[in-house]
């Protein structure tokens, strides 16, 4: 394939929200686990500290990123940060859960983020596209 064809391949891609979500999103995921094994392997931090610490920061970040650059959204940014604000609080609780389960049946954290953070990623992606950075409908469209 000439490399005008893997242009118009990878923009093809590109141009779906879903590849721009998991693009950032693995970024999200990276950032995570790192602050989550800093914390707790090299700080000592309670599993129950760390796990919610560095998911509320990763998810701070991962707002401004889906906002701008995944949806591109006309959606108010008030509106659109108590939405998310919300899906942050219901995801905070349910990664913590996820993970303290997973170290609760002898699993490593690692297992139980994973798990977590696939659970969260399959509802945010919908929450996003069609509840907090939904495109208003406009008049004669």
């Known amino acids: 394939m000439s490399s005008g064809g893997w242009y118009r391949v990878v923009g093809w891609f590109w141009s779906h929200s879903a590849v721009r979500y998991l693009v950032v999103g693995g970024g999200a995921f990276l950032v995570d686990v790192g602050l ?12 129950v500290a760390a796990t919610p610490t560095a998911f509320l920061l990763s998810f701070a970040v ?15 940014l008030a509106t659109s940060a108590a939405k998310y604000t919300a899906l942050v609080a219901f995801n905070t609780v349910a990664t913590t859960g996820i993970v303290a389960a997973g170290s609760a049946l002898g699993l490593p954290w690692i297992v139980g983020k994973v798990v977590a953070v696939v659970s ?17 409908s406009r008049p004669g469209r």
């Open 120 to 136: 969260t990623t399959v509802w945010n992606y919908f929450a996003y596209r069609f509840w907090i950075f939904a495109r208003r």
């Open 36 to 47: 989550l094994a800093l914390l707790h392997d090299v700080f000592g931090v309670p599993l």
């Open 62 to 76: 991962t707002f401004l990123l889906q906002r701008t650059f995944t949806f591109g959204t006309e959606a108010g």
